[in-house]
């Protein structure tokens, strides 16, 4: 089963956290069964950026990329080359570091109108 480092965020785990899950499990259902609450506003639907991650270790064993995921990736705070929507990076069998960036855009927690 893989392992997911996750770097320390200051909202989501200040002292970092180590979690698994099964192969074939998206890096953002692996955070949230383990109790790190990343946002994920459009509930795993790749119509956000909310649940963006970078992905420091691992990025090259994750599954490829679509097309509405790139498109929406364009939209993220502090885009990087190994940027993932984590609601769409699906696990393989090999450990990832990864770091949550510190904002999203999420317009819905920054209060603006609906």
Do not use: F
Request: glycine share 6%.
């Amino acid at each position: 089963m893989p392992v997911i480092q996750i770097l320390p965020h200051p909202e989501y785990c200040p002292q970092g956290a180590t979690v698994s899950a099964p192969a074939g499990t998206s890096i953002c259902e692996a955070l949230l069964d383990n109790g790190i609450p990343i946002e994920h506003a459009c509930e795993m639907s790749c119509a956000c950026t909310t649940c963006h991650v970078i992905v420091r270790k691992g990025y090259d064993s994750l599954n490829p990329t679509e097309e509405c995921e790139d498109d929406m990736l364009d939209r993220a705070w502090g885009l990087e080359p190994q940027s993932r929507l984590s609601c769409q990076a699906i696990l393989a069998q090999q450990d990832l570091v990864i770091e949550i960036p510190r904002y999203s855009i999420n317009h819905a927690k920054e209060g603006a109108p609906t």
